[in-house]
């Protein structure tokens, strides 16, 4: 059983900065793309930074510039630093994986959410 376990969310004021963590767990073969998205009250799930196995990453728009994907392969982790954050960041944030677990296809994972606050 394949899980990921997010850690790092939480209330900031504007200007500050978070570091989100998703650690996958379980019998793991292999990961291709991790990734971060992020839904606020009454809108969509939107992409926020995606990052490949050898280590491209792409950021939305809104983010460049002030967030930072990364990814730790022997730890089967991602993170996302978030550096002045903006109200309009508020939102729950997914990581998510594109896993192949031993001896099962390979299939997108979600994390639990973790909530990022930014107060002006």
């Known amino acids: 059983q394949v899980q990921l376990v997010e850690s790092g969310g939480g209330l900031v004021q504007a200007g500050g900065s978070l570091r989100l963590s998703c650690a996958a767990s379980g019998s793991i073969s292999s990961i291709g793309h991790m990734g971060w998205y992020r839904q606020a009250p009454g809108k969509q799930r939107d992409m926020v930074a995606s990052?490949?196995?050898?280590?491209?990453?792409s950021y939305a728009d809104s983010v460049k510039g002030r967030f930072t994907i990364s990814r730790d392969n022997a730890k089967n982790t991602v993170y996302l630093q978030m550096n002045s954050l903006k109200p309009e960041d508020t939102a729950v944030y997914y990581c998510?994986?594109?896993?192949?677990?031993?001896?099962?296809?390979?299939?997108?994972?979600w994390g639990q959410g973790t909530q990022v606050t930014v107060s002006s």
């Open positions: 998510w994986m594109v896993i192949t677990p031993t001896k099962i296809l390979r299939r997108d994972y």
């Open positions: 990052i490949g196995s050898g280590g491209t990453a």
